[in-house]
């Protein structure tokens, strides 16, 4: 099983910047990146979670956004999925410690990278373009 300070060796492996926030729970930051993963070492799991944007205030329907989140679910985020958490979209994904391998580690916050990078644009032109409650 994957250990806290494997992981640690793990995140130094892949040249990371991070901090440890609290105990198991690291704040993970690539070089090109700049959107942080929260790396949550939480046995017998170890979730990833990557705050994609804060939700707008005062829109109308977001129906359309929601949509596409879940297609994007279902077509592009394999192994992982958008969520909603306290007024923010959030894409995460877990993965079992007990045969978690630093390839497969390295592979899952790369494609939570790739896809929270890929989906931007069509997401926040999703958001703007929904009109305000009123308007």
Request: charged share 25%.
């Given at each position: 099983?994957?250990?806290?300070?494997?992981?640690?060796?793990?995140?130094?492996?892949?040249?990371?910047?991070?901090?440890?926030?609290?105990?198991?729970?690291?704040?993970?930051?690539?070089?090109?990146?700049?959107?942080?993963?929260?790396?949550?070492?939480?046995?017998?799991?170890?979730?990833?979670?990557?705050?994609?944007?804060?939700?707008?205030?005062?829109?109308?329907?977001?129906?359309?956004?929601?949509?596409?989140?879940?297609?994007?679910?279902?077509?592009?985020?394999?192994?992982?999925?958008?969520?909603?958490?306290?007024?923010?979209?959030?894409?995460?994904?877990?993965?079992?410690?007990?045969?978690?391998?630093?390839?497969?580690?390295?592979?899952?916050?790369?494609?939570?990278?790739?896809a929270a990078s890929s989906h931007m644009g069509t997401i926040k032109e999703l958001v703007s373009s929904t009109?305000?409650?009123?308007?």
């Open positions: 099983m994957l250990t806290r300070e494997d992981l640690e060796s793990y995140l130094i492996r892949m040249d990371l910047e991070y901090e440890e926030i609290a105990e198991g729970m690291f704040l993970v930051r690539s070089r090109e990146e700049k959107l942080p993963i929260v790396v949550n070492h939480s046995p017998p799991l170890l979730i990833l979670r990557l705050k994609v944007m804060d939700l707008p205030q005062g829109q109308g329907s977001l129906e359309e956004l929601y949509r596409t989140l879940l297609q994007l679910n279902a077509t592009d985020v394999v192994h992982g999925a958008y969520g909603l958490e306290e007024g923010e979209l959030v894409l995460g994904l877990s993965l079992q410690l007990e045969s978690l391998d630093y390839t497969e580690f390295q592979a899952s916050l790369e494609s939570l990278q790739m009109p305000a409650v009123g308007g």
